[in-house]
C-alpha cells in the first residue's frame, strides 16, 4: 500500500518507480545504492554475487540492472554475458572501478548499455538508470519527439515551438534532443558530455552550461516561460508540463 | 674437458672444427686414391706406348732389329723401362732377369745387384714367330711417391686439427665472453642494480645488435619503473594536502555546533575536497596510463581538422560567455594517426588552461596549420604569457605557477598534454605570443605509408596503411 501512494506521488512529478536488480559484493556499497534507490520510489532487489545475480535474474523480471564489474565468484562481465545469452532485454548498467577507455569499451562490447565509473554521485546513477529505462529498443527510435509546444524532427534535425521554426546550431540540437528523450527526468553534465560530444574526461571549463544557457535563450525567444529546468549539482531537466 | 663441453660456445665451436677434419679426412683420402688410381693408369698407357715402338721395330726388320732397339735403350741414360724377349719359355735377350709372365699385364720380381729383388709392373706380348716380347717398369719410385703423398696429408691433417682445436678454443672463448657480459648484467639487474647496461663491442654485429636492443629494453623498463616510482612519491606527497583539508572539514563539522546547517556546509566541504581528491587521482591515472603507451594499440587515423573543430565549437560558448574574445581558423585533411580523446582532452585542457590563467578581454585564438613533416595546433592568447625560465618548468606534474593553487588546479594539465604529444610522436612547445603565450601541439603527418614510423616512439606497433577516417560523432 505504501508503494501505491509513493508511486502515485511520483508518477505525478514525472517520475516512475522501476523494479531494479543491484548487483554488488560491497555490503555498505550495496546499502548505500539501495537507500538511494528506494528513497526516490524505486524496488530494489539485491544480489551480492554473481551466481545469485543470475537465480534472481532467471526467476524474476526488472526494468533495470546494476551490475558490478568485479564481483567474487563469477566476474560482471561473465553475468552480462550469460544474461544476454539467456535472451535478457533489460537494460543493464556497468559500474566499475576500472576507468580507462579499453576497460570502458570491453564493458560496452559485452552488452552493457551504460558504464559508469566508481566512485560515482548518486544523482549521476539516479539519471542513468531513469534514461536506460526509457531508452526505446532499437529500430524503434522515434523521428518526431512532441514535448510540451516544443516540435523535434531528429531526421531533418529541426525544431519548431508552436509552429515558430528555431535557428538551432547542430550541437544545441544534439543537446535538446537528449533533454527531450529524457523529459520530465534529470540529464547530468556526464551525459551531456558522454552522449553529444563522446568524451569521457571532465572538461573544467563549463562548456555544457554555456551550451544549455544559449539553447535555453533561443527556446525562450518571445515566449514567457522556460521548457529547460536547471536542478543545481545534478544538471538540467526538460518540463513536461506547464 | 667436460666444464668446456657444459658450455654452448665451446660445444658448437668443436662441433663444427670435428665436422671440418671429418670432411678434410675424407676428403683427402678421395684424393689419395685417386691419385694412385691416375699414376697406375699412367704407367700401364706408358708401357702399352713402349710395346707399340718395339713391335713396330720387329714388324720392319724382324728379331735382330728388335734386339739392336733392345739394346739402344738399355744404354740410354734416361730410360726407366726394363726388357726381356722371350723364345718360348727360355729369356734370350734383355736385361730383365725373369721367367716368362703370362700375356698382358702382370707383376714382376727381379733380382737388383744392391737388393734382394724389386717390383715391377710388366706387360707381355706375343710376337708372330712364338717369341715373346715383356717390358717393364719399376713401381718402387711410384710406391714412394704414394708414401710421400700420404705422409704429407698426415702431417697437414695434424696439423689442421692443431689449427681447428686452438680456433675452437678461440671461437668458444670469445662467445662465451661476449655472453658472460650479457649474464652478468642481467644478474646485476636482478641484483637490483638497474644502472647496469651490457657493454658494446662497438661492431655492430649480430652480439653488438643483441646487445643494443637489450639495452633499449632495459632503459625502456627503467624509465617506467621511475615514471611509475615519481608517480606514487608524487600521489603520496600531493594527496597528503587535498586529504588533511578533507579531514579538517570532517574534524570540523563533527567538533562544532549540532545543527543541520552547520554540519551541512561541512558535509558540503568535505564532499568538494573528496571530488577534488578524486578528479587528482584520475588525471595521475590517465597521464600513467597515456606514459605507459597502452594507448597507442588503439591509435587509427583521425582528421584533426574535424577534430580541433569540435573543441573550438565546445569551447566558443563559455570562453565567449567569459569575456574572451575567442576565434578559430582550421586548414582541411589534416590526417594524423592517434586517438582522438586524447587528443581532445589535450585540447581541452589547453583551453581550459586559457580561460583559468588569463584576465577577463583576453583574446584567445587556435589555429591549426601545416607545419614542415607534419601539422601543428596553435592555441594561442595575448594575455599575461609565462616567464621563459617557467615553461619548461610548467610541463612537470604538479607544478602550478599560482602558489597558492587558487584556481583549484592540480598542475597536471600540461603533463597529461605533454605525455600525449610524446605518445603521437609530436611535441608540445611553449612560446611567446608576444604578448601573451602560445602553446604549440606538433603532430607528425599521416600519409599512407610515409615515414611516419621512423617518427614514432619505439613502443608504436606498426600500423596498417589505411587512410581510413572514422566520423567523431
Redesign the interface.
Known sequence: MAHDDRDTALNQAGIQALDILVVEDDLRTREIIRAGLTDNGHRVRLAESGSQALHVAAESEFDVAILDRMLPDINGLEVLGELRRRGTRTPILLLSAL????DRVSGLDSGADDYLVK?FAMVELLARVGALHRRPPLGAVPTRIMIRDIEVDMLGRQVWRRGQALPLHP?EFDLLVLLARNAGRPVTRKMFLEQV???????????V???I??LRSKLRQGFDDDPIETIQNVGYRMRTCA | MPRLFASAAYRLAFTYTAACTLAILLLGSGVYLAAGTAIHQQQDDDLRLEMNVLTKEYEEGGRPDLIDKIHQRELSPNNDFRYALFASKQRLYGNLDVARPAAGFSSVTFPQPNKSSDDARGLLMGLPDGSAMLVAIDTEDLGRLDKTILILFSIGFVLILALGIVGSLALGRNLKLRLDRITKTAQAIADGDLTRRIERSGSADEFDQVDASLNAMLDRITSLLENLRQISSDVAHDLRTPLTRLRGEIEAGLSGPAEPDAMRGALLRALEQNDSI??LF?AI??IA?IESG??VG?FRAIDLSQLVG?VC???A?????SGRPFSFSLIPDAVVQG?P?LV??AM?NL??NA??HTPEGTRIHVTLARDQGGFSIHVADNGPGIEEADRERVVRRFVTLDRARSR??HGLGLNLVSATMMVHGGKLDLGDNRPGLVVSLTFPDFSPCSSIRDKLPAQMPSTKCERKVLP??
Open positions: 576507468g580507462s577507455v579499453n566512485p550541437r560530444w563522446r568524451i569521457h574526461y571532465d572538461p573544467t571549463t563549463n562548456v552550461e554555456s551550451h544557457s544559449r | 578524486l578528479s584520475a591515472l590517465s596510463e597502452k594507448t588503439s569540435t565549437d565546445m569551447y560558448p563559455a570562453l565567449e560567455d586517438d580523446e581532445m582532452q581541452s583551453l581550459d580561460l583559468a583549484g588546479g567523431l560523432m
